[in-house]
């Protein structure tokens, strides 16, 4: 399959878009869970209990499909450094090879043993040390996809400023988009709570949301430009590669979500907040909820772009 000429490993993009995604839908549901939902919600046991079960819901599925794809991307990563086919590469043992002898081996197994720890805090859902402690857990599990891109092959000192800003990255992707779908669960169970009660624990999970969206949206900007100055390196770069034509893409899909982030913020949110609490289904509500999905597309069509982004030479090393 090829990309403005450039040819590209369509399963293993697939792979890595669906594996990003999931991994940063763990984390960011569960950081959605612990400073946005549980803080919000507390005055209503109930209203909180339901949003926690479809939140957890929502982590174990990602968990699942995040195990499947790390697994496929494994023996992707087998095959194409083996030049062998799937069946060989999982049947012939090179697969251990990787494993035991690539630092994308050693990550996969670090990652392994995260997903099963991750697993048991999900399962003992009831203690709050095990609540944080997932947290912190699938955060090291999605920062951990930084030592398999580019930003785990640049040496030296700006290799480590590569890895910090990419961690950096990965949690405020995650953060964000993750984050957006825990507020999509939220919406959605708020159309079948009294309205009195749900409405003013709505609000301030949506003023708290838009917090850490704040904070997750600088923080990609001051990592992106970090990844993007060390893999692009100049504005001549970024017109002429297709690596640089996909980054500049990626970037106004981003401007587009930081748009309709600012409408929701500036306009939307203040609005409903002088609607009467009484009114159960607000258009300023609406149209809130219809942004969010719109943001959380824009959201996933950029983890795709990064599918393809991270098996491309990066531009700097393409022009002089
Ligand atoms: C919603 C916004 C964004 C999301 C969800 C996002 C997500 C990601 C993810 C998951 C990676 C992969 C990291 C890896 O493979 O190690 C990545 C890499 C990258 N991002 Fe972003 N990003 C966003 C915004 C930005 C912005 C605004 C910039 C530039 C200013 C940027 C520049 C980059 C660059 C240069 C890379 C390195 C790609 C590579 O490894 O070749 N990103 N991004």
Redesign the pocket.
């Known amino acids: 399959m090829s990309w403005f000429g450039a040819e590209i490993d369509g399963p293993l993009v697939l792979t890595r878009a669906v594996h990003?995604t999931a991994s940063?839908g763990i984390a960011g549901v569960l950081m959605f869970r612990s400073f946005v939902a549980e803080p919000a919600l507390r005055p209503s046991p109930e209203g909180y209990a339901i949003v926690r079960s479809r939140l957890a819901g929502l982590a174990w599925m990602a968990l699942a499909v995040g195990v499947v794809t790390g697994l496929i991307w494994l023996v992707l990563q087998t095959m194409s450094i083996a030049a062998l086919g799937w069946g060989e590469a999982v049947k012939s043992g090179e697969i251990w090879t990787v494993v035991n002898e690539t630092q994308f081996g050693l990550v996969t197994e670090i990652r392994a043993v995260l997903a099963v720890l991750l697993s048991a805090c999900l399962l003992l859902r009831h203690s709050v040390l095990s609540r944080w402690l997932a947290l912190l857990v699938a955060s090291a599990l999605v920062a951990a996809?930084?030592w398999t891109?580019?930003?785990g092959s640049t040496l030296g000192e700006l290799g480590n400023l590569h890895l910090a800003a990419?961690v950096l990255?990965?949690c405020a992707?995650s953060a964000?988009?993750g984050g957006l779908a825990g507020l999509a669960i939220l919406f959605e169970v708020g159309r079948r709570r009294p309205a009195p009660e749900w409405r003013p624990l709505q609000q301030d999970a949506i003023s708290r949301f838009s917090i850490l969206g704040m904070i997750s949206v600088a923080a990609?900007?001051v990592s992106?430009?970090a990844?993007?100055w060390i893999?692009v390196g100049s504005f001549r770069a970024l017109l002429v590669t297709d690596y640089g034509r996909l980054?500049l893409l990626?970037?106004a899909a981003?401007a587009i979500?930081i748009a309709f982030a600012a409408v929701n913020r500036l306009w939307l949110t203040p609005r409903l907040a002088l609607v009467p609490k009484e009114v159960a289904h607000p258009s300023a509500l609406s149209a809130l909820r219809r942004n969010t999905l719109i943001e959380i597309v824009l959201?996933l069509a950029?983890?795709a772009m990064?599918g393809v982004?991270?098996t491309l030479h990066?531009a700097i090393h393409l022009v002089q």
Do not use: S
Request: glycine share 12%.
């Open positions: 990003f940063a996809i930084a891109g580019h930003a990419d990255h990965l992707a964000w988009i990609l900007i992106g430009l990844n993007a893999l980054l990626k970037i981003f979500m959201g950029i983890f990064v982004l991270g990066p």
